[in-house]
C-alpha cells in the first residue's frame, strides 16, 4: 500500500457526492475520520452541514467512498486488534468487572457480580479498551490514502 504525505495540519479533501461540493477535513477529525476503530457514523458537508452518512462522500484524490475506505483500512491493520475488539478487551472487562466489584462494594451476591462483571465489560469496551489498542498500536491511519 502506497503510503502518501497526508498530514494533521493539512489534512485531506473529500466530495459529497450529492452536491459535489468539496470538502477539507483536517486534525483530530480527520485522524479520527481516518480510525477504523474510533466510532464514526457520518462527517459534514462544508456545503450542506451534516452529519451525513459516510457512504454518501468520496476522497477527492481516490474517489474511494469514504465508508468504504475505513473498512478497507480496517482489514490492514494486524488481526489481533480485531480480535482485541471482537473478545479480548470485553473478556478482560468482564473479568476484572467480577473480581473489583465485589472487593470493592464488600459483597458476592450473584448479583454485585454479574451487574459490575457488565459494568466493567462496557467501561473497558468502551473507553480503556481502544485506548489501551493505541498504546500497542500507535497506527497513524489518516497516512494511508
Ligand atoms: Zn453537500
Not at 5 to 29: A, F, P
Not at 52 to 62: N, Q
Request: charged share 15%; glycine share 8%.
Amino acid at each position: 500500500m502506497a503510503k502518501s504525505s497526508y498530514n494533521l495540519s493539512e489534512g485531506r479533501v473529500y466530495i459529497h457526492k450529492t452536491c459535489k461540493q468539496s470538502t477539507q477535513v483536517n486534525g483530530d477529525d480527520f485522524a479520527g475520520l481516518c480510525n477504523p476503530f474510533s466510532l464514526c457514523l457520518g462527517t459534514v458537508c462544508a456545503n450542506c452541514g451534516g452529519p451525513r452518512p459516510l457512504k454518501s462522500f468520496v476522497w477527492a484524490d481516490t474517489k474511494e467512498p469514504l465508508n468504504v475506505y475505513r473498512k478497507r483500512l480496517r482489514k490492514k491493520v494486524p488481526p489481533f486488534c480485531t480480535h482485541w475488539f471482537l473478545w479480548i478487551s470485553p473478556l478482560i472487562g468482564l473479568i476484572a468487572g467480577s473480581i473489583i466489584g465485589p472487593l470493592f462494594l464488600k459483597k458476592s451476591t450473584f448479583l454485585v457480580i454479574s451487574g459490575s462483571a457488565l459494568a466493567g465489560m462496557v467501561i473497558m469496551v468502551l473507553f480503556v479498551g481502544p485506548k489501551l489498542l493505541q498504546l500497542v498500536v500507535p497506527k497513524k491511519y489518516y497516512k494511508w490514502r
